[in-house]
């Protein structure tokens, strides 16, 4: 009867850590599909960005090849126009970013980025 209940008692811890194993690889795989998700809302993220950095530089681009558009664009906008726009979608990238991965920006640079 004693071994009976010897078998018994190695079943059930058997089964109790086959069960923490299977829960536990059950977490890891859902953090892992996470990450991978995480990982690609940012190279979304990352290629909108990109895309209107460039869409900055080629309108600075066609500005510069048609005679006269430059100047009356950077009079009327100011000279470091595109300058500021691409600052700001590095910025937008930057505070982005540190969204996606529920990140806090430091202090001085929280400061910085608010203004």
Known sequence: MLALLDVGFCYDRA???AKARISSTR???TKTVAAKT???EFVALLRRKCLRAATVGAF???GEAIPGLSRVLGFVFG???DARFLAQIQ???IE???TLYELEL???EARAHKG
Request: glycine content about 0%; aromatic content about 4%.
């Open 15 to 17: 089964m109790s850590n």
């Open 27 to 29: 977490i890891v795989a």
């Open 38 to 40: 995480r990982d690609d």
């Open 60 to 62: 600075t681009a066609a």
């Open 79 to 81: 000279e470091l126009l």
């Open 91 to 93: 910025r937008e990238l």
């Open 96 to 98: 982005e970013t540190f």
């Open 106 to 108: 430091p202090v001085p």
